[in-house]
């Protein structure tokens, strides 16, 4: 498995939930996706530094709401 399967497949499962999470915040799909996009590039780059001490989804819905 390469490395972007393996982020995939961590935070895959939480996809769906922080859309939701993101349209309510925002009131708008398309801005929704935009926001979802962003988070998992934020996690992307900032999956270094992650070092455990949350949650994959609190960690995401941290992400998110910043």
């Known amino acids: 498995m390469t490395v972007s399967e393996d982020f995939t497949s961590l935070t895959g499962r939480f996809r769906g939930e922080l859309l939701a999470h993101c349209y309510r915040m925002l009131g708008s799909l398309t801005d929704a996706e935009d926001m979802l996009q962003e988070t998992l590039l934020a996690a992307w780059r900032g999956l270094p ?4 001490r949350s949650s994959v989804r609190s960690w995401l819905y941290r992400i998110a709401t910043n």
Request: hydrophobic share 25%.
């Open 49 to 52: 530094r992650f070092q455990g």
